[in-house]
């Protein structure tokens, strides 16, 4: 089957204890069945120990949210006794992601890892693909399929290539217009146009949208708070970086659409994604490292399910995340 990643990938180096926000920290950490049946195998005094730390699937975190084997160097203990082929799955993949298409298998770098963070903003992403053996995987629509990635294909080029952020307003029409011939049952390539006209946008309510998400570092909230007191504005200064961001955004998430004929809130995730890191950026004035903020970002809205599915719902049913409205979080009004 064909592997497609970016460019990035292969570069993805886990820093370890030079990282300042270590994935194994504040995260439920749950383990597949396959380590499970090696953990309970382990024997000698490591084995009860990790026996100890385990409950209903999970490590049980000690103080801070720490997992139990993470050692006061901030490594892990289990790499160090039993060896990297042992670690579970999540603690193997992360902070890579994995979806199958058919015969198609996709992987990339997620964007909540301040290594993986610098690297994805430090490059334009180009595709690479490679042939690896076949995995299971289920069946997709190959017509739908084709469609989402000819159009893919088509908003990044444009992210990458065309003045911005007016790329980002086209392709919020681009994504109306897919959307409006997916649900029709026509599966043609819309034009790459502008057609709506611009609305002054909500920027409080939208921040306040953000503040109320669940919180998963304790911090979110006070620093929405205090961010939700700046000026809300678009940020130029980091353009290149936000062009990255929305393709990283559009490459991760747009062809799950294939599973659910859903586009038009993934191409509004991209935009206000993007929008959102550059703003955070500006409230946290001079200095201000976008990869750790777009880092911070992704954690809390990309890595819980339950924030990513209020953001899917709201961006139909609030005013503020309206095309129009989002078009105009990008114009200078
Ligand atoms: S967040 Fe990234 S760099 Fe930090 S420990 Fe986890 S995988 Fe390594």
Not at 25 to 31: S, Y
Not at 69 to 75: A, D, I, V
Request: hydrophobic share 35%; glycine share 8%.
């Amino acid at each position: 089957m064909i592997f497609r990643t970016p460019g990035y990938y292969g570069k993805f180096r886990c820093i370890a204890d030079k990282c300042t926000d270590n994935c194994c920290i504040g995260w439920e950490i749950d383990i597949d069945s396959e380590t499970m049946d090696y953990y309970s195998s382990v024997g000698g005094s490591f084995g009860g120990r990790l026996k100890n730390s385990i409950k209903d699937g999970s490590f049980v975190l000690t103080e801070g949210e720490r997992c139990p084997f993470l050692n006061s160097r901030n490594l892990c203990d289990i790499y160090t006794e039993l060896g990297e082929a042992h670690l579970c799955q999540i603690c193997t993949d992360h902070p890579r992601f994995y979806e199958w298409f058919g015969n198609v298998k996709e992987g990339g770098l997620g964007l909540c890892c301040e290594a993986a963070a610098k690297l994805i903003l430090s490059e334009d992403m180009t595709l690479t693909e490679t042939v690896i053996p076949d995995e299971d995987c289920d069946e997709c629509d190959s017509g739908l399929y084709e469609l989402l990635l000819s159009a893919r294909d088509a908003i990044i080029k444009h992210l990458q290539n065309d003045s911005f952020p007016e790329a980002v307003c086209t392709m919020l029409d681009f994504g109306e217009e897919l959307q409006f011939r997916i649900d029709n049952g026509d599966l043609t390539l819309p034009a790459w146009e502008r057609t709506t006209q611009v609305e002054t946008p909500d920027i409080q309510a939208i921040m306040e949208f953000y503040a109320s998400l669940e919180p998963i570092d304790e911090n979110w909230r006070p620093y929405m708070e205090r961010c939700m007191a700046g000026e809300g504005r678009y940020c130029p200064e980091y353009e290149v970086y936000l062009r990255r961001i929305a393709v990283y955004s559009i490459f991760r998430f747009f062809m799950k659409g294939v599973f659910d004929g859903e586009i038009l809130s993934r191409v509004k995730l991209a935009a206000v994604s993007a929008w959102m890191v550059g703003h955070l950026v500006l409230c946290e004035g001079r200095g201000a490292d976008i990869a750790e903020t777009a880092k911070n970002y992704s954690k809390e809205v990309e890595y819980s399910e339950k924030n990513l599915d209020a953001l899917a719902d709201a961006f139909y049913d609030e005013e503020c995340f309206s095309t129009p409205r989002i078009m105009g979080m990008f114009a200078d009004m």
